[in-house]
């Protein structure tokens, strides 16, 4: 088997000595290319041109959920084909590695690594649907070029907390859970339309929700991790399934305290929930609207302010190591 390694250096949580020993634990069983990513963008560059070969059967992502979503984003640059395209795996390396854990591999690199090559022994894999979000036709932001996500997106609140870390981040603050507590706090006092949301949501044959604060797209359930414990904000989500919607229409400061509450005692059966909580599972198409331009994330990356954003959940659209 020929296979690519993308290594990104700036992994949080390996050293380059555990780069190295899982580099060479893959070269013993494949004929391995390892490449180190030196710029933004750069993992998704090799994604594509191992798509586009002609004999690479694998790609191996080494680093965090942002180092995956490139990957993707490159594997997938000319549309879903998982009988074609090569398979993927990843090896955890970032500090939260929600896609990885999703799919049940450790979260420790060097036990991820021995899981991924077992896995290949006995041919282990699933195929697993993800998501691409555009801008929407007809709106100022229909120029935006389609993205792949792998396991959640975001307009508003929690992509504004997501900019305000990645700010810290460049001022040299280390990823921490404190870090994003603190900017949760600030994306709240700072938040202009907690009151009465800007976001509508539209899906064909069906009424719009209107009036969102906050707006979470899962593909997957946990959404996200604190530490060990798994952060269910649509429960019901799944690699199996098509999209799943969280929207709040209020954010006082009683029911920002209720459902954070709801959310860190989330559970595979529960999250959040109540009057002010709209639920929505296995969507294939929708649009988020906003009247006024909002923070948009994908996969715990800030990519700037949008007004209108056309999800599509993409059933079948990677074969992936496990």
Not at 175 to 192: D, M, P
Request: aromatic share 4%; with cysteine.
């Amino acid at each position: 088997m020929r296979a690519l390694l993308v290594v990104n250096p700036a992994a949080t949580t390996t050293s380059a000595r555990t780069r190295d020993v899982l580099t060479h634990a893959l070269a013993s069983e494949m004929k391995l290319e390892a490449v180190t990513t030196e710029y933004r963008g750069h993992a998704r560059d090799l994604g594509r041109q191992a798509a586009e070969s002609k004999d690479i059967e694998l790609v191996v992502a080494l680093g965090g959920d942002g180092t995956v979503n490139e990957v993707v984003n490159g594997l997938l640059h000319n549309g879903p084909d998982p009988d074609r395209l090569p398979r993927l795996a990843v090896v955890p390396g970032g500090s939260t590695n929600v896609f990885a854990r999703a799919l049940g591999l450790p979260n420790d690199a060097v036990e991820a690594t021995g899981v991924l090559l077992d896995a290949l022994r006995e041919d282990r894999e699933r195929t697993v649907g993800l998501g691409v979000a555009k801008g929407t036709p007809g709106t100022e932001d229909e120029s935006v070029p389609e993205r792949w996500f792998t396991f959640c997106a975001g307009l508003g609140f929690d992509a504004g907390v997501i900019g305000r870390v990645e700010q810290q981040r460049e001022r040299g603050r280390k990823s921490t859970h404190s870090l994003y507590l603190r900017q949760v706090v600030r994306q709240f006092l700072g938040e202009a339309n907690r009151r009465h949301g800007t976001i509508t949501l539209e899906q064909p044959g069906a009424d719009p929700m209107t009036d969102l604060v906050l707006s979470i797209v899962c593909n997957t359930s946990p959404w996200t991790y604190l530490g060990n414990r798994p952060v269910y904000a649509s429960p019901k989500a799944s690699f199996d399934t098509g999209l799943d919607v969280l929207g709040l229409s209020r954010m006082s400061t009683g029911a920002v305290a209720r459902y954070g509450m709801q959310l860190l005692t989330s559970s595979p059966e529960r999250g959040p929930h109540g009057r002010h909580v709209k639920a929505l599972h296995d969507l294939t198409d929708f649009t988020l609207h906003s009247k006024v331009p909002l923070p948009l994330q994908m996969d715990g990356d800030h990519l700037g302010l949008r007004t209108s954003v056309t999800f599509t959940g993409v059933r079948r659209a990677l074969r992936v190591i496990v």
